[in-house]
């Protein structure tokens, strides 16, 4: 157990070790506890406004129940109070989650821009935490098979009709015979295999999390804890905030220029919206560009873990890494970090520093492993 968000977390349960962890997942499906992520409900006139003031994301065009991933900006230099997935429930109906580790910050940003929203005279909103919720994240090529025998309407195509990025409420069965009340279940996750995340109300958290196990049955579902969950996101190529991004990042150098929507970077007015749109054009172009980026790297020797230097062959440094790791499922060293610009093209050779020894490294693009999201066509499990 370690201490991580305000919680103590398992790094990895009894029975698998990390990497067997790891594999299981890709393999099977693991069970993920991730209750201490913090969950937020924003409605009212109001609430699509205020998101498009703090983030880059084009939120009209969602239709209900789809999402997104955005950042939460900071005004004036674009850098990243923290990354989300954003849900549009309905119209002014927003469903998003945020980073247990910048749970004060964020809880402290969200407060202090409600509130100038309103003295601004703006549309109201309501902004709920939902404190005590569970949030469990079943991940891994059996979860579509695990999850159906827990839904009340069983309805044959209703998980092969929830494509990635969409979420549902529905109702669960209970080991009591009973059901729950609705629970709100998105596809997707952070391992890169198909999956969902579940939002459950406190006083089903408990239940179902055991029904799901018994269910399941410890030969396809087990638990998995931090060791896992960490190197299977750097497997996906997802980032992990305050390694990965932070307060003096913004999307652009971040690798998330995606993120900013068509429409975001015509009109602009969202939190540093000056500093972004000018660093999406090159000097050439008029704009600013950026003096770093995020990039994947694979390397040899040692792993490179965080704060190793990445440097080019004649030694002269470029960047560093942010989050490093041996790929359990390539069995190479994959790592994430930020290199200097002009050095950022897939295949170009650089090398990284591990205790004052140099080891050849290459550029490489993320994902390392390809995503399993379920899109539609071949069956899902």
Same mark, same amino acid.
């Given at each position: 157990?370690?201490p991580?968000?305000?919680?103590?977390m398992?790094?990895?349960?009894?029975?698998?070790g990390?990497?067997?962890?790891?594999?299981? !997942?890709?393999?099977?499906?693991?069970?993920?506890?991730v209750?201490?992520?913090?969950?937020h409900?924003?409605?009212g006139?109001?609430?699509?406004?205020?998101?498009s003031?703090? !983030?880059?994301?084009s939120?009209?065009? =969602?239709?209900n129940?789809?999402?997104?991933?955005?950042?939460?900006?900071?005004?004036?230099?674009?850098?990243?109070?923290?990354?989300s997935?954003?849900?549009?429930?309905?119209?002014?109906?927003?469903?998003?989650?945020?980073?247990?580790?910048?749970?004060?910050k964020?809880?402290?940003y969200?407060?202090?821009n409600?509130?100038?929203?309103?003295?601004?005279?703006n549309p109201?909103?309501?902004?709920?935490?939902?404190?005590?919720?569970?949030?469990?994240?079943?991940?891994g090529?059996?979860?579509?098979?695990?999850?159906e025998p827990?839904?009340?309407?069983?309805?044959?195509?209703?998980?092969?009709? =929830?494509?990635?990025?969409?979420?549902k409420?529905?109702? =669960?069965r209970t080991?009591s015979?009973?059901e729950?009340?609705?629970?709100?279940?998105?596809?997707?996750?952070?391992?890169?295999?198909?999956?969902?995340?579940i939002?459950?109300p406190?006083e089903? !958290?408990?239940?179902? /999390?055991?029904?799901l196990?018994?269910?399941?049955?410890?030969?396809?579902?087990?638990?998995?804890?931090?060791?896992?969950?960490?190197s299977?996101?750097?497997?996906?190529?997802m980032?992990?905030?305050?390694?990965d991004l932070?307060?003096?990042?913004?999307?652009?150098e971040?690798?998330?220029?995606?993120?900013?929507?068509?429409?975001?970077?015509?009109?602009?007015?969202?939190?540093g919206?000056?500093?972004v749109?000018?660093?999406?054009?090159?000097?050439k172009?008029?704009?600013?560009?950026?003096?770093?980026?995020?990039?994947?790297l694979?390397?040899?020797?040692?792993?490179?873990?965080?704060?190793a230097?990445?440097?080019?062959p004649e030694?002269?440094?470029?960047?560093?890494? !942010?989050s490093?790791c041996?790929?359990?499922?390539?069995q190479k060293?994959?790592?994430?970090g930020?290199?200097?610009?002009?050095?950022?093209?897939?295949? /170009?050779?650089?090398?990284v520093?591990?205790?004052?020894?140099?080891?050849k490294?290459?550029? /490489?693009?993320?994902p390392?492993?390809?995503?399993?999201y379920?899109?539609?066509?071949a069956?899902?499990?």
């Amino acid at each position: 157990m370690v201490p991580f968000g305000g919680y103590s977390m398992p790094v990895l349960y009894e029975d698998l070790g990390v990497r067997e962890s790891h594999m299981w !997942t890709r393999e099977k499906a693991s069970l993920f506890d991730v209750s201490h992520m913090v969950q937020h409900y924003l409605k009212g006139p109001g609430a699509q406004g205020l998101l498009s003031k703090l !983030t880059p994301a084009s939120l009209e065009p =969602l239709e209900n129940h789809q999402s997104t991933l955005s950042c939460f900006l900071h005004p004036g230099t674009g850098g990243i109070v923290d990354d989300s997935i954003i849900t549009k429930l309905a119209p002014q109906s927003y469903y998003f989650v945020t980073n247990a580790a910048c749970r004060d910050k964020d809880l402290k940003y969200l407060a202090d821009n409600i509130e100038q929203w309103r003295r601004d005279g703006n549309p109201e909103v309501e902004w709920q935490v939902l404190d005590g919720h569970g949030l469990i994240a079943l991940q891994g090529p059996l979860a579509p098979q695990l999850l159906e025998p827990l839904l009340v309407d069983m309805k044959e195509d209703t998980l092969r009709q =929830l494509y990635f990025g969409q979420s549902k409420f529905v109702k =669960l069965r209970t080991q009591s015979g009973g059901e729950t009340a609705p629970v709100l279940i998105s596809r997707g996750g952070y391992t890169g295999e198909d999956g969902f995340e579940i939002s459950i109300p406190p006083e089903n !958290t408990r239940e179902v /999390t055991e029904f799901l196990l018994t269910l399941s049955g410890n030969d396809r579902l087990r638990l998995a804890g931090l060791g896992a969950r960490d190197s299977l996101r750097l497997e996906a190529g997802m980032c992990l905030y305050g390694h990965d991004l932070d307060d003096t990042t913004t999307p652009v150098e971040g690798g998330l220029s995606w993120v900013i929507g068509k429409d975001r970077r015509a009109d602009g007015g969202f939190n540093g919206s000056e500093v972004v749109l000018q660093q999406l054009k090159p000097k050439k172009d008029g704009g600013t560009g950026v003096a770093r980026r995020r990039i994947g790297l694979m390397s040899e020797g040692r792993p490179a873990r965080e704060g190793a230097e990445i440097v080019s062959p004649e030694g002269e440094k470029l960047g560093t890494i !942010t989050s490093g790791c041996p790929s359990p499922s390539l069995q190479k060293n994959i790592a994430m970090g930020y290199i200097k610009t002009g050095f950022q093209k897939s295949g /170009t050779e650089v090398a990284v520093v591990v205790r004052g020894k140099k080891h050849k490294a290459t550029v /490489t693009k993320m994902p390392f492993v390809p995503s399993k999201y379920w899109k539609g066509g071949a069956s899902p499990g």
